[in-house]
């Protein structure tokens, strides 16, 4: 059964910057493309960076400029840098396939930017 452990989280104040891992079980990782995911409170959740076996990679509009996803299949894990954090990038953080189907959710991360 694939596990997803999300880490990397914290609170900062707007500016700064996190770097979140993914660490990915299981021998699926190198042929997928990985995705991730944020859940603001009250909201549902949204995809804002996927990243393909090819790392080729998109991104939110909200994001884009600021966040850079990146994978490393030796260690099966998926990352995203987060800089220029604004209060609105507030929420959990999870990762997940980035294409067709869903693993069971992790547990997240959570990220605070205060203002």
């Known amino acids: 059964q694939v596990q997803l452990v999300e880490s990397g989280g914290g609170l900062v104040q707007a500016g700064g910057s996190l770097r979140l891992s993914c660490a990915v079980s299981?021998?699926?990782?190198?042929?997928?493309?990985w995705g991730w995911y944020r859940q603001a409170p009250e909201k549902q959740r949204e995809l804002v960076a996927r990243?393909?076996?090819?790392?080729?990679?998109n991104y939110a509009d909200s994001v884009k400029g600021r966040f850079t996803i990146s994978r490393d299949n030796s260690k099966k894990t998926v990352y995203l840098q987060m800089n220029s954090l604004k209060p609105e990038d507030t929420g959990v953080y999870y990762c997940?396939?980035?294409?067709?189907?869903?693993?069971?959710w992790g547990q997240g991360t959570q990220v605070t930017v205060s203002s």
């Open positions: 997940n396939l980035g294409g067709n189907g869903r693993y069971s």
């Open positions: 299981g021998n699926i990782f190198s042929i997928n493309a």
């Open positions: 990243i393909t076996s090819a790392e080729n990679a």
